[in-house]
Protein backbone atom coordinates (compact mmCIF):
# COMPACT_ATOMS: atom_id res chain seq x y z
CA UNK A 1 0.00 0.00 0.00
CA UNK A 2 1.13 3.43 -0.54
CA UNK A 3 1.22 6.36 1.12
CA UNK A 4 1.21 9.48 0.31
CA UNK A 5 2.37 12.53 2.95
CA UNK A 6 -0.01 15.43 3.57
CA UNK A 7 0.92 18.06 1.26
CA UNK A 8 1.70 20.87 3.71
CA UNK A 9 5.05 22.56 4.31
CA UNK A 10 6.02 21.76 8.17
CA UNK A 11 6.85 24.79 10.17
CA UNK A 12 9.87 23.49 12.30
CA UNK A 13 11.98 21.49 9.39
CA UNK A 14 12.42 21.19 5.46
CA UNK A 15 13.81 18.21 3.99
CA UNK A 16 16.11 18.55 1.26
CA UNK A 17 19.32 16.62 -0.82
CA UNK A 18 22.56 17.92 0.20
CA UNK A 19 26.11 16.95 -0.74
CA UNK A 20 28.56 15.88 1.63
CA UNK A 21 32.49 16.54 0.79
CA UNK A 22 34.36 12.89 2.00
CA UNK A 23 37.69 11.21 2.79
CA UNK A 24 38.15 7.77 1.96
CA UNK A 25 39.99 5.40 3.40
CA UNK A 26 40.67 2.08 1.35
CA UNK A 27 40.78 -0.70 3.81
CA UNK A 28 43.40 -2.98 2.80
CA UNK A 29 44.14 -5.21 5.76
CA UNK A 30 42.10 -6.77 9.16
CA UNK A 31 45.32 -6.27 10.78
CA UNK A 32 44.37 -2.85 12.47
CA UNK A 33 47.30 -3.06 14.71
CA UNK A 34 49.19 -2.34 11.30
CA UNK A 35 46.95 0.06 10.27
CA UNK A 36 47.42 1.51 13.89
CA UNK A 37 50.70 1.60 13.24
CA UNK A 38 51.12 3.30 9.64
CA UNK A 39 48.51 5.56 10.73
CA UNK A 40 50.92 6.65 13.58
CA UNK A 41 53.78 6.94 11.35
CA UNK A 42 51.86 9.01 8.78
CA UNK A 43 49.76 11.22 10.45
CA UNK A 44 50.78 10.77 14.44
CA UNK A 45 53.39 13.96 14.25
CA UNK A 46 50.73 15.84 12.56
CA UNK A 47 47.44 16.49 14.76
CA UNK A 48 45.57 18.89 13.13
CA UNK A 49 45.74 17.45 9.59
CA UNK A 50 41.95 16.48 10.00
CA UNK A 51 39.36 18.43 11.31
CA UNK A 52 36.39 16.02 11.87
CA UNK A 53 35.94 15.74 8.00
CA UNK A 54 33.50 12.89 7.48
CA UNK A 55 34.86 9.44 6.01
CA UNK A 56 33.71 6.09 3.91
CA UNK A 57 35.63 3.31 4.20
CA UNK A 58 35.78 1.60 1.49
CA UNK A 59 36.26 -2.29 2.62
CA UNK A 60 36.76 -3.20 -2.06
CA UNK A 61 40.53 -4.08 -1.40
CA UNK A 62 39.78 -6.90 1.33
CA UNK A 63 37.62 -8.68 -1.72
CA UNK A 64 34.66 -9.72 1.16
CA UNK A 65 37.05 -11.87 3.02
CA UNK A 66 37.49 -11.81 6.85
CA UNK A 67 35.98 -10.11 9.59
CA UNK A 68 36.54 -6.41 10.41
CA UNK A 69 36.31 -5.44 14.24
CA UNK A 70 34.63 -2.19 12.90
CA UNK A 71 33.95 -1.06 16.63
CA UNK A 72 37.64 -0.61 16.67
CA UNK A 73 37.98 0.67 13.63
CA UNK A 74 35.94 3.82 14.22
CA UNK A 75 37.26 4.66 17.77
CA UNK A 76 40.89 4.22 16.42
CA UNK A 77 39.97 6.89 13.11
CA UNK A 78 38.21 8.86 15.31
CA UNK A 79 41.85 9.39 17.40
CA UNK A 80 42.76 10.79 14.22
CA UNK A 81 39.81 13.31 13.98
CA UNK A 82 38.05 11.56 11.18
CA UNK A 83 34.71 11.08 11.78
CA UNK A 84 33.61 7.33 9.88
CA UNK A 85 30.23 7.58 8.62
CA UNK A 86 29.87 4.66 5.63
CA UNK A 87 31.11 1.83 3.93
CA UNK A 88 30.67 0.59 1.08
CA UNK A 89 32.14 -2.31 -1.21
CA UNK A 90 32.03 -5.30 1.28
CA UNK A 91 30.39 -8.63 1.68
CA UNK A 92 26.67 -8.85 3.24
CA UNK A 93 28.04 -9.70 6.69
CA UNK A 94 31.15 -6.82 6.60
CA UNK A 95 28.32 -4.60 5.79
CA UNK A 96 25.77 -5.88 8.69
CA UNK A 97 28.79 -5.80 10.69
CA UNK A 98 29.23 -1.94 9.98
CA UNK A 99 25.80 -1.10 10.33
CA UNK A 100 25.78 -2.18 13.76
CA UNK A 101 28.17 0.32 14.69
CA UNK A 102 26.59 2.88 13.15
CA UNK A 103 27.93 2.84 9.91
CA UNK A 104 25.45 3.72 7.10
CA UNK A 105 25.63 1.55 3.92
CA UNK A 106 26.73 3.92 1.09
CA UNK A 107 27.76 1.35 -2.17
CA UNK A 108 26.88 4.28 -4.73
CA UNK A 109 29.59 6.54 -3.16
CA UNK A 110 31.43 7.53 -6.13
CA UNK A 111 35.79 7.41 -5.29
CA UNK A 112 36.98 10.59 -7.07
CA UNK A 113 40.74 9.85 -8.31
CA UNK A 114 43.54 11.44 -6.56
CA UNK A 115 44.40 14.16 -6.33
CA UNK A 116 40.92 15.12 -6.42
CA UNK A 117 39.58 12.53 -4.03
CA UNK A 118 38.33 15.84 -1.71
CA UNK A 119 36.06 17.05 -3.92
CA UNK A 120 32.52 16.54 -3.26
CA UNK A 121 30.87 13.97 -4.70
CA UNK A 122 27.12 14.64 -5.97
CA UNK A 123 24.29 12.63 -4.63
CA UNK A 124 22.56 10.23 -6.13
CA UNK A 125 19.21 12.38 -6.66
CA UNK A 126 21.16 15.57 -7.74
CA UNK A 127 23.01 13.19 -10.46
CA UNK A 128 19.65 12.62 -11.58
CA UNK A 129 17.90 15.78 -11.55
CA UNK A 130 21.27 18.87 -12.03
CA UNK A 131 21.20 18.54 -15.61
CA UNK A 132 22.81 22.31 -15.32
CA UNK A 133 26.43 22.32 -14.78
CA UNK A 134 28.24 24.13 -12.04
CA UNK A 135 30.67 26.70 -12.11
CA UNK A 136 33.80 25.45 -11.80
CA UNK A 137 35.26 25.56 -7.98
CA UNK A 138 37.83 28.25 -7.31
CA UNK A 139 40.89 27.08 -6.24
CA UNK A 140 42.43 28.06 -2.96
CA UNK A 141 45.50 30.65 -3.63
CA UNK A 142 49.00 29.68 -2.02
CA UNK A 143 49.30 30.31 1.49
CA UNK A 144 52.29 33.18 1.84
CA UNK A 145 54.39 32.89 4.41
CA UNK A 146 56.84 35.38 4.87
CA UNK A 147 58.17 34.86 8.43
CA UNK A 148 61.02 32.47 9.52
CA UNK A 149 59.52 29.23 10.95
CA UNK A 150 61.27 28.53 14.26
CA UNK A 151 61.90 25.15 15.29
CA UNK A 152 58.24 23.25 16.97
CA UNK A 153 56.36 25.50 14.41
CA UNK A 154 54.07 24.02 12.04
CA UNK A 155 52.14 24.77 9.03
CA UNK A 156 49.72 22.84 6.87
CA UNK A 157 48.44 24.55 3.55
CA UNK A 158 45.39 22.55 3.37
CA UNK A 159 43.92 21.90 -0.19
CA UNK A 160 46.75 24.25 -1.20
CA UNK A 161 50.57 25.55 -2.15
CA UNK A 162 53.08 26.72 0.38
CA UNK A 163 55.21 29.41 -0.05
CA UNK A 164 57.74 30.56 2.84
CA UNK A 165 59.79 33.62 2.10
CA UNK A 166 62.00 33.03 4.61
CA UNK A 167 64.12 30.08 6.47
CA UNK A 168 62.72 26.95 7.62
CA UNK A 169 64.65 26.19 10.82
CA UNK A 170 65.61 22.64 11.77
CA UNK A 171 62.79 21.43 13.82
CA UNK A 172 59.87 23.49 11.75
CA UNK A 173 57.56 21.77 9.65
CA UNK A 174 55.80 22.47 6.54
CA UNK A 175 52.77 20.87 5.09
CA UNK A 176 50.98 21.05 1.92
CA UNK A 177 48.51 19.04 0.28
CA UNK A 178 50.18 20.69 -2.86
CA UNK A 179 53.43 21.97 -3.93
CA UNK A 180 56.01 23.52 -1.27
CA UNK A 181 58.31 26.22 -2.08
CA UNK A 182 60.85 28.03 0.22
CA UNK A 183 63.09 31.09 -1.72
CA UNK A 184 65.32 30.51 1.71
CA UNK A 185 66.90 27.71 3.28
CA UNK A 186 65.19 24.68 4.29
CA UNK A 187 66.18 23.08 7.14
CA UNK A 188 63.34 21.37 8.93
CA UNK A 189 60.65 18.83 7.32
CA UNK A 190 58.88 19.62 3.99
CA UNK A 191 55.64 17.29 3.29
CA UNK A 192 54.53 18.08 0.13
CA UNK A 193 51.15 16.09 -1.52
CA UNK A 194 50.20 15.48 1.84
CA UNK A 195 47.11 13.64 0.99
CA UNK A 196 48.39 11.54 -1.38
CA UNK A 197 49.23 14.32 -4.87
CA UNK A 198 52.12 12.59 -6.20
CA UNK A 199 52.44 15.22 -8.70
CA UNK A 200 53.41 17.60 -6.26
CA UNK A 201 56.80 18.80 -5.39
CA UNK A 202 59.30 20.62 -3.30
CA UNK A 203 61.17 23.37 -4.61
CA UNK A 204 64.24 25.55 -2.37
CA UNK A 205 66.81 27.90 -3.07
CA UNK A 206 69.24 25.81 -0.63
CA UNK A 207 68.34 22.14 0.10
CA UNK A 208 69.10 21.14 3.50
CA UNK A 209 66.05 19.67 5.09
CA UNK A 210 65.75 16.97 7.72
CA UNK A 211 63.38 15.39 6.09
CA UNK A 212 61.34 15.61 2.74
CA UNK A 213 58.60 13.93 1.16
CA UNK A 214 55.56 13.69 -0.99
CA UNK A 215 52.63 11.91 -1.18
CA UNK A 216 54.26 9.52 1.79
CA UNK A 217 57.36 8.31 -0.14
CA UNK A 218 60.22 10.29 2.33
CA UNK A 219 63.54 10.86 2.70
CA UNK A 220 65.81 11.83 6.26
CA UNK A 221 68.78 13.81 7.02
CA UNK A 222 70.37 10.22 7.69
CA UNK A 223 70.95 9.45 3.74
CA UNK A 224 73.24 12.74 3.02
CA UNK A 225 71.77 14.57 0.47
CA UNK A 226 74.20 14.53 -3.01
CA UNK A 227 76.87 16.96 -3.55
CA UNK A 228 75.02 18.66 -6.82
CA UNK A 229 71.57 19.55 -4.68
CA UNK A 230 72.53 19.90 -0.94
CA UNK A 231 72.42 23.38 -0.42
CA UNK A 232 71.53 24.34 -3.89
CA UNK A 233 68.30 25.80 -5.52
CA UNK A 234 66.77 22.43 -5.91
CA UNK A 235 63.45 20.85 -7.18
CA UNK A 236 62.18 17.54 -5.47
CA UNK A 237 59.74 15.37 -7.67
CA UNK A 238 58.31 11.66 -7.21
CA UNK A 239 59.33 9.20 -9.73
CA UNK A 240 57.06 6.14 -10.12
CA UNK A 241 53.87 7.37 -8.54
CA UNK A 242 53.48 6.16 -4.62
CA UNK A 243 55.42 3.54 -5.23
CA UNK A 244 58.48 5.39 -7.00
CA UNK A 245 61.34 7.35 -5.54
CA UNK A 246 62.63 11.29 -4.77
CA UNK A 247 64.46 12.67 -7.68
CA UNK A 248 66.10 15.85 -7.06
CA UNK A 249 67.25 17.86 -9.53
CA UNK A 250 69.46 21.29 -9.50
CA UNK A 251 67.76 24.06 -10.45
Excluded at 163 to 168: G, R
Amino acid sequence: MTVALAGRAPATFEIKSANLPLVSLLLKSHDLAALATELAARFGDIPDFFEQDPLVVDLAPLGGKGDVDFAELVKLLKGYRVMPVAVKGGSEGQMRDAAAQGLAVANDVVMLATPDALTPALSQGEREQDKVPDAPPVALSALVIDKPLRSGQQVYARGRDVVVLSMVNAGAEIIADGHIHVYAPLRGKAIAGARGNTEARIFSTCLEPELISIAGVYRTSEVPLPESVRSRPTQVRLDGGSDGKLVMTPL
